[in-house]
Structure formats: C-alpha cells, structure tokens
C-alpha cells in the first residue's frame, strides 16, 4: 500500500512546524562553524551543554550528608528559577528579529538599548544566571553550584567577544557600554565597565 500525497493544507501545516523548531537562516549556523568556530559556536556550544546539564540530579544530595535541605532555601530556588526565566522571556521579546545564540551579531542588527537592554548589556545571559542560582538553591547540590561557576565563566568569555563585535558595527555601542552593566552589577567577571 502506498501513502497517499498530501494534500495541501497538511503540507503548510508541516512547513509551518518545520519553521518554529529550525533556527533562522539568518543566525549564521553552519557546519563550517560548528568546525572552526568561526561565529563564536564554541561559545554557544558550551552554553548549551551547561544549561541542559542542570537537569542532572543534585549531587551530592543533601540527604546523604545526613540532613534535609532547608525548605525556605528550596522556595527561594524555585522563585529564582521563575524569575530568570520571566526575565529571559522579557529580553526574548524586547530583541526580536535581532536575537541570534551566536556572539556575533546579525548583518544589519540594531543596537537595542531599551526595556530590559537598560538594566544591563546582557539580560538574557543575566537570566540564565538567575535561573541557574535557582537550581543550585532549589537543589542544595554542589554539582549544580560548579554548573553555575562555569556558566559565569562562559557567558562572561561570550559577552566580552560579542561586545568586541558589536562595537565594530555599532559606533554608539562605547556609550551604552560605559553607562550600562554587562550581565550583573559590580561582579568583575560579569561586569567590566570600570576595568
């Protein structure tokens, strides 16, 4: 038995949901890249391992060093958590078409300095920050606690080398960098206004 073609609104519907989960053409995603790390995919790729190993147990659990982790500690995780990812979606929104995960900006990308691009240079990263520190609370694991140092340590790497190339294409981008935070406040890491 053959299947039978489909027809045509089936077709748009496949189309249409093959748009939402492939990334845009525009972000510069390639094989090449993936090889050479040619638009800062390196960086991306660590992230990306970091933020989907936090679905990892807590390790060492806190119940094997013999006492329960403290239940204000775990809701203050949990609220955390919520409000990183509030953040994050507050950020997705204010980038819009000029939201790409590569350090590199997109060819013609405006420089957006508003809403939650003027509490810091980098609220999405700052986000992932929080949501992170959530976990690590949420949890009571030192595993999770090292995701969150290594988390600091990529985004910073991969802000600094987006901020070398968005003040390549931006001439205004030194003004805002003076005036504004990097990912949080007064961290050198995280925030090298004075540095």
Request: proline share 11%; with cysteine; net charge positive.
């Amino acid at each position: 038995m053959t299947p039978s073609p489909k027809s045509p609104p089936d077709q748009a519907l496949t189309s249409r949901a093959r748009s939402l989960f492939a990334p845009p053409r525009s972000w510069g995603l390639s094989w090449g890249g993936w090889r050479d790390n040619r638009r800062g995919e390196w960086w991306l790729l660590a992230q990306v391992v970091l933020i989907l190993a936090h679905a990892l147990p807590p390790w060492p659990a806190p119940a094997s060093w013999g006492f329960a982790w403290p239940l204000p500690l775990a809701i203050s995780g949990v609220v955390l958590l919520l409000v990183g990812l509030g953040l994050a979606l507050q950020a997705f929104v204010r980038l819009g078409p000029n939201l790409t995960p590569l350090p590199d900006p997109m060819a013609g990308a405006a420089l957006v300095t508003s809403g939650a691009y003027a509490r810091c240079r980098h609220p999405l990263y700052q986000a992932v920050l929080l949501c992170s520190l959530g976990v690590t609370l949420a949890l009571g694991s030192l595993l999770h606690l090292a995701l969150l140092a290594a988390l600091c340590g990529v985004l910073g790497g991969k802000a600094r080398r987006e901020e070398r190339a968005l003040a390549a294409v931006h001439p205004d981008y030194a003004a805002y960098r003076a005036r504004t935070p990097a990912i949080i406040p007064r961290l050198p890491w995280l925030d090298w206004r004075v540095l």
